[in-house]
């Protein structure tokens, strides 16, 4: 049977998961984020290469032989991380067979599999990509500093602003307060250090709020969540017009699990019919895929089925 690897690096945890050819997952390994321009390019390869040995238990990685792995990391394209992290694991791994790239090469193996098209991933921050044939193309997706909107710490920033403002009197009543004060075990006036401190991911960890309180008629909330909206629905159509504007698009990302929400929001701002796409597929498996196409292997309904049917359990 042939060794496939797929590994998923977001912001905060790095996924590795064994399997053969049939799908069969054997084992899986979750570490902490190996997104490179958070922890850096050598703490990253040096998380990526425990984690692929903790899959098969082996010290030795000179003499480990992998047929196909796909190793997808948040910040794994940025800059001239990809071909740094290939030349690490050439040396790591020599007989291994491999490719490297972001974790959105995960999402969108999953999403669109071999086809063309567009497709949105809105987790932390957001990005959309289109794909025609071996072409790919980004909108967006530039980090939290300068997307200005479509991820979750766009979504925590804004409620906790709308919290701050109201206590200042700068902003109108929100329930959002409210929910942050019960979660916080303060106001977000006396939380403002653990802002700081915490940083983007514990900013992101309150986008959930925002949902919480559009669901109760929050003013305030809706209209963040429909700024978030109008944001995809720009860069989806920047996306569709390299691939002749795809009535087809592909949806992934920890946002989504808003779905019955945000779905009803998309398709009233677009000005066409989309068939929006959701994977039941997890994020990593984008990353096996893409380690079974590089072995030589055909992606069948099976081993997707194979696939589902292990993964929990390991």
Known sequence: MKTIIGIDGGGTKTEFVLCDETGFVKKKVLLGAGN??????????????????????????QRTVIDGMFIGL?????????EIIR???????????FENGSDAMNVISNGLEDDDGVILIAGTGSVAFARRGDEFWRVGGW??????????????????????????????KTLLSALLEK????????????????????????????????????????????ETVRHWVTIINRAGEYVSHTNR??????????KEILLPKLHKNFGREIEFILS????????????????????SETIKENFLQTYSGR
């Open 143 to 172: 980090g939290y500093l300068f997307d200005g909107a479509g991820g979750g710490y766009d979504l925590g920033q804004k409620a906790i602003q709308a919290a701050l403002r109201e206590l200042d009197g700068t902003g109108e």
């Open 36 to 61: 490179p321009v958070d922890v850096g390019l050598e703490k990253a390869c040096q998380l990526i290469k425990q984690g692929i040995c903790g899959l098969l238990e082996t010290k030795d990685s």
């Open 74 to 82: 948040s910040g794994g394209s940025v800059s001239n991380n990809a």
């Open 183 to 226: 979660e916080l075990g303060m106001s977000a006036g006396q939380a403002l250090t653990k802002f700081y401190d915490g940083g983007k991911r514990f900013i992101a960890s309150f986008a959930p709020l925002v949902f919480t309180a559009y669901k109760k008629k929050d003013a305030v909330a809706e209209r963040i969540i429909d």
């Open 280 to 299: 039941d597929m997890p994020p990593v498996f984008g990353a096996i895929r893409e380690g079974l196409k590089l072995a030589g292997v055909r992606i």
């Open 87 to 97: 030349s690490y694991f050439a040396k790591e791994f020599p007989l291994a067979y």
């Open 249 to 258: 698009v592909a949806l992934a990302g920890s946002l989504f699990r808003q």
